[in-house]
């Protein structure tokens, strides 16, 4: 990690710094990520939901998987249904194969992302390449579900197969961090991904010492994911090492800092930037299924035992096996 990077980020399109007016967000709290086994027993650090944070709307799940795995050890999620938001998967090593009901799916590794609407309904599986069962080897990765909005939870399921190539590279406005746009706009720029839900999703892997102040959303909501390394978030330098998470108050900007001392495998601190429009809608959810009423969730739980979304091919429509 990270996969996908430049030799030389100096030539890359900076951010522009925020407006020297711009209120800076101060850190509400900082949470701590609880570990838990997910799919058929891969081990993931999540820092939402969880009993101390529950609520990150828009968003509803974060999970970082992470593991070194011995041969015949790594394990996917097997097939299972998804209805009422989407599944973002971001691999920076490791490789994972994805199938849906609805004829998407590839493999993704080293920087890739697969972005999944389950909209009104799917079924699907993300599993670990032949390759890595066989011989093992480290996994780094992380989900986010993002929640729709009422008016699109029975949108038509899509699949985006988003390469780490076709990701939009960026500098910080003084060079001192490289920063990987998914989807969203930083400051005049854009990330290939497509969403229903407006939000902004970026890796930034910040030099030791550096500092990252960016423009954001003033309507977003604002988080930083602390993936490896240690440093401080906001202005008042708050602590934040590896698998905490800092929830950023109200502003114009966010600023995170690297310590000056690195000790993971990247020697940067590599961190996921995230937010997005608040929905302020009733959540109902029930395992796979995130709807707005009860009514609606027994709806789904009769509607994918009944198969009404979709069957599990014999074949994969995408060709990959």
């Known amino acids: 990690m990270p996969a996908v990077t430049t030799p030389d980020i100096l030539v890359l399109p900076r951010i522009a710094p925020p407006a020297a007016d711009a209120p800076d967000r ?12 997910e799919g058929a027993g891969f081990p993931v650090r999540r820092p939402f939901p969880t009993a101390a944070f529950s609520q990150a709307d828009p968003f509803l799940l974060l ?3 992470l593991a070194v795995y011995e041969p ?13 938001f989407e599944t ?4 920076m090593d490791g490789t994972f194969v994805h199938h849906d009901s609805n004829g998407g799916g590839g493999v993704i590794s080293d920087g890739d992302t697969q972005w999944m609407t389950a909209g009104s309904g799917i079924l699907h599986d993300e599993l670990p390449s032949e390759e890595l069962v066989m011989k093992g080897g480290y996994f780094n990765g992380v989900q986010l579900w993002v929640n729709l909005p009422k008016s699109a939870k029975w949108a038509k399921p899509r699949y985006q197969d988003i390469k780490g190539g076709n990701l939009t590279l960026l500098s910080s406005s003084d060079g001192g961090a490289l920063v ?16 229903y839900t407006p939000i902004t999703l970026a890796h930034a892997s910040i030099s030791p010492g550096a500092r990252l102040t960016i423009p954001w959303s003033p309507d977003f909501s604002a988080m930083a994911f ?31 800092t690297a ?50 979304m979709g069957t599990i091919p014999a074949v994969h429509l995408g060709g990959d096996e």
């Open 180 to 195: 990987r746009l998914i989807a969203g706009n930083l400051g005049e720029h854009s990330g290939p991904g497509m969403t």
């Open 259 to 308: 310590a000056t001392e690195q000790r993971g495998r990247t020697g940067n601190f590599e961190v996921l930037l995230l937010g997005g429009l608040p929905l302020h809608e009733p959540v109902a959810r029930y395992g796979p299924f995130v709807m707005n009423t009860k009514a609606e969730i027994l709806q789904a739980v009769e509607d994918f035992q009944a198969g009404r």
């Open 63 to 65: 999970d970082h998987m």
């Open 26 to 37: 101060k850190i509400d709290r900082v949470v701590a990520s609880m570990r838990t086994l």
């Open 72 to 84: 015949q050890e790594a394990k996917g999620a097997p097939w299972h249904p998804h209805r009422g």
């Open 88 to 91: 973002v998967t971001y691999l």
């Open 226 to 256: 602390v993936f490896e390394g240690d440093g401080d978030a906001g202005t008042e330098r708050r602590p934040l090492k590896e698998g905490e998470l800092a929830l950023y108050g109200p502003g114009q900007s966010i600023t995170i």
